[in-house]
């Protein structure tokens, strides 16, 4: 099974958007049962007393202005609590996605360090997304600050598509994608012609 926490400083609004858009990828994908999908915080802000707080009512209406979250598409969004990440997530998942640069600062404190190189940034895996003159990726755009729930459902949902193609062509999980592909469908790839890639044309936000 291919394990993804998706990690923000709160775990209420974007990681927990990226953890239930990357879930609805898989499951339309038909690979659900390959993937262990989850989202956690660097901070305990959001958690008082041992109990997490849901998931902030603006991010709930923007995945369910997506179709996730419906009765028909739940995927666990009405019971998602926030929870902080721990130095055993580090040893339990295969990715560990950082929404922005100091989230993957915290986490690296938090983890010891990253020597299997699993934590990443969100829009490491964007198309498109460096800072201009710095080579580096984006943070995701935090709607706290911004309310702007719009320009982070697009920087999620370009991670996660991106973060998804990545998985697909990685080689050590081809084994495991090839025993769940009973229900894939060969017209969600592609072959370009003319560049000899392949793509994708899964629905996007």
């Known amino acids: 099974m291919i394990k993804v926490l998706m990690v923000c400083h709160g775990n209420i609004c974007r990681s927990p958007i990226g953890e239930f858009v990357m879930k609805d990828i898989v499951k339309k994908q038909g690979l659900a049962d390959a993937f262990y999908i989850e989202s956690a915080a660097t901070s305990t802000e959001e958690i008082w007393h041992g109990v997490g707080n849901p ?30 990440t721990t130095r055993a997530d580090y040893d339990r998942f295969d990715f560990l996605i950082g929404m922005d640069t100091a989230n993957v600062r915290n986490m690296i404190r938090i983890y010891g360090g990253d020597p299997e190189g699993k934590v990443f940034k969100m829009l490491d895996f964007a198309d498109n997304r460096k800072e201009y003159g710095t080579g580096h990726s984006a943070d995701v755009a ?27 062509t990685d080689p050590r999980f081809s084994d495991m994608l090839a025993d769940a592909d009973s229900k894939w469908e060969e017209s969600s790839f592609m072959q370009d012609s003319e560049h000899g890639r392949t793509y994708d044309d899964f629905p996007r936000g």
């Open 55 to 84: 998931i902030y009512p603006p991010a709930k209406a923007k995945l369910l202005q997506y179709g996730i979250g419906t009765p028909d598409n739940e995927l666990g969004v009405k019971d998602k609590r926030a929870r902080q």
């Open 142 to 168: 935090d709607p706290w600050y911004t309310g702007d729930f719009d320009a982070t459902w697009r920087d999620v949902s370009d991670g996660c598509h991106g973060l998804f193609r990545k998985i697909l």
